[in-house]
Nanobody, 116 residues
Framework: QVQLVESGGGLVQAGGSLRLSCAAS????????MGWYRQTPGNQRELVAI???????NYADSVKGRFTISRDNAKNTVLLQMNSLKPEDTAVYYC??????????WGQGTQVTVSS
């Protein structure tokens, strides 16, 4: 089945940058959308950014102007460039993939910690 491998999380100081990557492998046939969600204790998982097959992207208001999502269809990979990181960006970030078969998959999550 499909597996989503996430990487790029870690510890960074406020104002720094990180780049998250997510590569889909396995039974890859037709991916529609790929994106990133994040979650902190006591809060629901929220959308950070998502890009559709046609290239259109949506961002959470809290990250607009700081984060950029990109997609490499040939490699079945989605990237999230995070600049000007703030402590409130600290969360577990989850990769999300939606297939045209109406099937979705989640990554295991990668921790992003931003220190003040």
């Amino acid at each position: 089945q499909v597996q989503l491998v996430e990487s790029g999380g870690g510890l960074v100081q406020a104002g720094g940058s990180l780049r998250l990557s997510c590569a889909a492998s396995g039974s890859i046939f037709s991916i529609d959308s790929m994106g990133w969600y994040r979650q902190t204790p006591g809060n629901q998982r929220e959308l950070v950014a998502i890009v559709k097959n046609g290239g259109s992207a949506n961002y959470a208001d809290s990250v607009k102007g700081r984060f950029t999502i990109s997609r490499d269809n040939a490699k079945n990979t989605v990237l999230l460039q995070m600049n000007s990181l703030k402590p409130e960006d600290t969360a577990v970030y989850y990769c999300y993939t939606y297939f045209r078969s109406r099937t979705s998959y989640w990554g295991q999550g990668t921790q992003v910690t931003v220190s003040s």
